[in-house]
């Protein structure tokens, strides 16, 4: 047997234990809730990430796997924890579009209002690409749609800018 761990240094992790964490990121990824909850219960860490502070929730919620987050937040990950660009899971799935994950992310404790280091809310992204869908559900759970992001940008501002008129027009009718 050979002892890989020699091949290692402090700022080199062992290649197996780094292919290792690519076939778990990759799981995530795909949305393999199953896999997920198994290698989590032999001692994966729910919190784990990859080299660009991307959690396992982060990666399934970016690729709209609902299911796979939900089993990694009652596995213990944490649905506000923000990747190396200050971006939240809740910004990720605003972005992409996934309305089922977002609804997951916010059942189990995510910060409808967690701000990326600019400043902009999940709802400002949502609003960005005209997800009317997204920006409903966003402020029924809370999100206030009168936030200002650094620039003092507002959600209506974004969705303005971006010519997203279906969300600028809803978000009039809130006064904004």
Do not use: C, W
Not at 84 to 100: H, R
């Amino acid at each position: 047997m050979t002892d890989h761990a020699d091949n290692a240094t402090p700022s080199q992790p062992d290649p197996e234990l780094q292919a290792l964490a690519q076939e778990v990121f990759d799981l995530a990824r795909r949305g393999d809730a199953t896999m997920l909850a198994a290698v989590i219960e032999k001692g994966v860490p729910p919190n784990l990430r990859n080299e660009r502070g991307d959690s396992l929730v982060m990666l399934a919620s970016y690729h709209g796997h609902a299911d796979a987050v939900r089993t990694l937040l009652e596995q213990g990950a944490d649905p506000n924890l923000r990747n190396d660009a200050g971006q939240t899971p809740l910004a990720g799935a605003a972005f992409k579009g996934f309305d089922n994950v977002i609804e997951t992310l916010l059942a189990h404790g995510a910060d409808v209002e967690g701000a990326s280091p600019d400043g902009r809310t999940a709802l400002m992204i949502a609003a960005m690409f005209n997800r009317t869908a997204i920006v409903d559900l966003l402020i029924a759970h809370g999100a206030d749609p009168h936030a200002r992001d650094a620039n003092g940008v507002s959600a209506a501002d974004a969705a303005a800018r971006m010519g997203a008129g279906d969300t600028l027009a809803r978000l009039k009718t809130l006064g904004n």
